[in-house]
């Protein structure tokens, strides 16, 4: 079964930290592209950072500098650290292999208060 599985999301202050994890599994995810999408209330979803199957990573200029992407093929996660998170940064976010063989999951809500 393909899917995808966010987790980490939370409530946290101006300037705090929070690290997302995505579960993947029934594809092959050592050679997908993946990447890290938010949706903010009232607001398309918007892709925030991604990393190849080489690891190298591109990011929005919004985030870049705060957020971290990263991988782990043997254990089929992936990961955004978010660090000097802004009010800004609130929506859920999701994992999503950018090949679409795996729908969207649930995603996590990630809320940052002023």
């Known amino acids: 079964q393909v899917q995808l599985v966010e987790s980490g999301g939370g409530l946290v202050q101006a300037g705090g930290s929070l690290r997302l994890s995505c579960a993947a599994s029934?594809?092959?995810?050592?050679?997908?592209?993946m990447g890290w999408y938010r949706q903010a209330p009232g607001k398309q979803r918007e892709l925030v950072a991604s990393?190849?199957?080489?690891?190298?990573?591109n990011y929005a200029d919004s985030v870049k500098g705060r957020f971290t992407i990263s991988r782990d093929n043997a254990k089929k996660m992936m990961y955004l650290q978010m660090n000097s998170l802004k009010p800004e940064d609130t929506g859920v976010y999701y994992c999503?292999?950018?090949?679409?063989?795996?729908?969207w999951g649930q995603g996590t809500q990630v809320s940052v208060s002023s």
């Open positions: 999503k292999d950018l090949t679409g063989i795996a729908g």
């Open positions: 029934g594809f092959w995810f050592s050679i997908s592209a």
């Open positions: 990393i190849t199957s080489a690891a190298t990573t």
